[in-house]
């Protein structure tokens, strides 16, 4: 059964200028999250972009936001074959559990200017 479906977009720009300040994406990012996302070269930027995105569509398909959450709980990785994932953690799983969901899916994509996430959340 679906639980919650949230979708976000995100202007590539904002991450740009993130980009500029000292310690914020650390703020906002798991160190690993963070690594790999700024491992992709001229495509970090990007990837940061569609990993808030999805960090913003998490908390809406939760139905209650991010009120709680520690944005550093949620974390989007991708498989050896790309495909992207989110592994929750403290704040974010006890939020996952208290949905009642216990699977989650997403879809990411971006181009030039924007970067979108999509979040299904289902319980089985």
Not at 41 to 58: D, H, Y
Request: glycine residues 10%; without cysteine.
């Amino acid at each position: 059964m679906i639980i919650g479906i949230g979708v976000d977009v995100v202007h590539v720009i904002r991450m740009e200028r993130w980009r500029l300040v000292p310690g914020l994406l650390a703020r906002y990012f798991h160190e690993e999250e963070l690594a790999a996302a700024l491992a992709r070269g001229r495509g970090a930027t990007l990837s940061l972009a569609a990993r808030f995105a999805a960090k913003e569509a998490f908390g809406k398909a939760l139905g209650t936001g991010l009120a709680g959450i520690v944005l550093k709980d949620i974390m989007v990785m991708n498989h050896h074959n790309g495909r992207p994932d989110i592994k929750v953690s403290g704040t974010a799983m006890t939020a996952l559990e208290k949905s009642g969901a216990n699977r989650v899916f997403i879809s990411l994509t971006h181009e030039q200017d924007n970067a979108i996430a999509m979040v299904v959340l289902e319980a089985v």
